[in-house]
């Protein structure tokens, strides 16, 4: 049986993550970021660092609180509800992953004096070169590339890595996207020499545990579940508030039966996904051999119910839901962003069979 209740230090760190941004970042300063051309608010990721966000899941010996997915995943499913920008979750994952890899750059990152965004996306291509490792080729969907110091790259095809790659080694180039609220960039590599404490998995660690690149390729998906989650409640929370006040033929619209299979629908859809994506937090805390399949069902749910959510919320508010002054397209970018990178659903729905065949072909070896 598993207990989905959040403990008293869980539900805590929901609670005042959800204050901090409801003061520190509305959506006006999302807004005004967007319009500045920048990545992340200063103010709000200096909050942020001294909440404890960017080292929450790195082992208290390396500076961090030492949690894990799970209170990430918390941390991230409040950015999606405040539509947040900034690598918060990108940094974390890269000071958790430095310090399994024994980096010394683990604590910086957990400190927040370093931010990371997070590499997976792409064309990239290794190649051995002496002591060294050689990166060649097109990153893509890299968030906050442009404010972020290191690359956490995870390369999971023939021969899986793990690397940490510094941002002035690489070029970047901002991409307009649909998404308003955050930034999004193409990066370059041409024939960059990564070695040393660099490679934080990769050759003889993966020979023990080849499961380390794909560890943070799940993680990533999962929280970009958790931050669709946060917005689709926004969205559901903005819908059930205009329907509730807006009138139509001398009654409430939330009052006509087919508005309220419609909140139903949307409240219905936010609950399975919230179910599969803190199980797949659980499991990949656990280090469960159903984790993989965890995290892509989790993603795969959100890719596929989360459009449908967005769609619901804009037609719900009628005529003031495509206007640029009203706030619900912030969300609705968002949301739709979230179902497409880190794996579209039928990206994830083959991860889950091939999950499946292995595991059959597993069972009747034994």
Request: glycine fraction near 10%; hydrophobic fraction near 45%.
């Given at each position: ?147 972020a110091d290191l690359l956490l790259v995870t390369v999971t095809r023939e021969e899986p890595y793990v690397l940490l790659v ?201």
């Amino acid at each position: 049986m598993v207990d989905f209740e959040l403990s008293e230090e869980q539900a805590a760190l929901r609670g005042i993550s959800r204050d901090l941004l409801a003061s520190d970042c509305p959506p006006r300063t999302v807004r005004s970021v967007v319009e500045a051309g920048g990545d992340v608010d200063d103010k709000l990721w200096d909050r942020g660092v001294r909440m404890g966000w960017t080292g929450l899941a790195t082992p208290e010996a390396a500076g961090g609180a030492g949690q894990g997915l799970v209170e990430l995943c918390l941390v991230a499913e409040e950015l999606g509800r405040a539509a947040a920008p900034g690598p918060f979750v990108e940094t974390a994952l890269a000071s958790w992953a430095a310090a399994r890899g024994a980096a010394p750059l683990a604590s910086e990152l957990a400190e927040g004096r370093l931010k990371a965004a997070f590499v997976h996306q792409g064309s990239l291509t290794v190649r051995r070169a002496g002591q060294s490792l050689v990166l060649s080729g097109r990153a893509t969907a890299v968030h906050a590339a442009g404010c972020a110091d290191l690359l956490l790259v995870t390369v999971t095809r023939e021969e899986p890595y793990v690397l940490l790659v510094p941002t002035s080694a690489v070029r970047a180039e901002r991409r307009t996207t649909l998404d308003l609220t955050r930034s999004w960039y193409d990066v370059l590599f041409d024939d960059v020499a990564v070695k040393g404490e660099q490679i934080l998995a990769g050759e003889q660690i993966l020979a023990t545990d080849p499961g380390e690149a794909r560890r943070w390729v799940d993680a990533m998906a999962v929280l970009t579940a958790a931050d669709a989650l946060g917005a689709g409640e926004r969205l559901l929370e903005m819908t059930v508030g205009h329907v509730t006040v807006r009138e139509q033929f001398g009654r409430p619209l939330g009052s006509f039966q087919a508005v309220k299979h419609k909140a139903a629908d949307m409240l219905i859809a936010l609950r399975g996904l919230r179910a599969a994506t803190y199980y797949a937090a659980l499991a990949h805390d656990a280090e469960h051999e159903d984790a993989t399949a965890a995290a892509s069902v989790a993603k795969a749910f959100a890719s596929e119910s989360l459009p449908g959510v967005a769609g619901e919320a804009l037609q719900s508010h009628g005529g003031i839901g495509f206007t640029w002054e009203h706030d619900l397209h912030l969300f609705l970018r968002r949301a739709t962003v979230d179902a497409l990178v880190h794996g579209t659903a039928a990206h994830h729905h083959e991860r889950v069979l091939a999950h499946l065949e292995r595991t059959r072909l597993t069972r009747r070896a034994a």
